[in-house]
T-cell receptor, first 108, second 115 residues
Framework: DAKTTQPTSMDCAEGRAANLPCNHS???????VYWYRQIHSQGPQYIIH???NNETNEMASLIITEDRKSSTLILPHATLRDTAVYYC?????????FGKGTRLHILP | EPEVTQTPSHQVTQMGQEVILRCVPI?????FYWYRQILGQKVEFLVS????????KSEIFDDQFSVERPDGSNFTLKIRSTKLEDSAMYFC?????????????FGPGTRLTVL
């Protein structure tokens, strides 16, 4: 089973920042936090990952709490194309164990 | 930008038939994976493959499944005798490295329909 918990769904207005929370209270020291998303019927897409520092790339920012028990994915200016299921994953090994993720709806 | 490709995009087969799903991973990647997603359900790990052998497999990956890297570019998933419950989207993925920093790149999937 997935070791993270996420809200089932969230709404965000187009153009606003989407903040997706994730709880990974049992994360161990060598596990990274990864975020992937799946746009309807497509293959999952990598977004960002981090170990303990905050990270930013062209798609998103990842804020990890100091105790590493939770994190937030931030999409700074959400567009309709960001409508997808977002998966938060903590892992140290090869296989990805997907949970149910957060279904993010971007509202026009 | 390099990407993982999969063929066919949709495969329809009769129960009991063999199917082979094909994937071309990104060329400098060393780790390869298959996942499946039954309609409306979670993405599930099937198998990982490195250095020409299976490194890990899930309970789903029973004797009816096999994987192969027949040449330097293709990575295949074979289902010997398909069952109705094998109907799903099958995703191939690849990554440069394994443990730890392990960004996986997924293909667009093959939709398998077993009649």
């Amino acid at each position: 089973d997935a070791k993270t918990t996420q809200p089932t769904s969230m709404d965000c207005a187009e153009g606003r920042a989407a903040n997706l929370p994730c709880n990974h209270s049992t994360i161990s020291g060598n596990e990274y936090v990864y975020w992937y998303r799946q746009i309807h019927s497509q293959g999952p897409q990598y977004i960002i990952h981090g170990l303990k520092n905050n990270e930013t790339n062209e798609m998103a920012s990842l804020i990890i709490t100091e105790d590493r028990k939770s994190s937030t994915l931030i999409l700074p200016h959400a567009t309709l194309r960001d409508t997808a299921v977002y998966y938060c994953i903590s892992q140290a090994v090869d296989k990805i164990i997907f949970g149910k993720g957060t279904r993010l709806h971007i509202l026009p | 930008e390099p990407e993982v490709t999969q063929t066919p995009s949709h495969q329809v087969t009769q129960m009991g038939q063999e199917v082979i799903l094909r994937c071309v991973p990104i060329s400098n990647h060393l780790y390869f994976y298959w996942y499946r997603q039954i309609l409306g359900q979670k993405v599930e790990f099937l198998v990982s493959f490195y250095n020409n052998e299976i490194s890990e497999k899930s309970e789903i990956f029973d004797d009816q499944f096999s994987v192969e890297r027949p040449d330097g570019s293709n990575f295949t998933l074979k289902i010997r005798s398909t069952k109705l419950e094998d109907s799903a989207m099958y995703f191939c993925a690849s990554s440069k490295t394994g443990t730890g920093y392990n960004e996986q790149f997924f293909g667009p999937g093959t939709r398998l329909t077993v009649l």
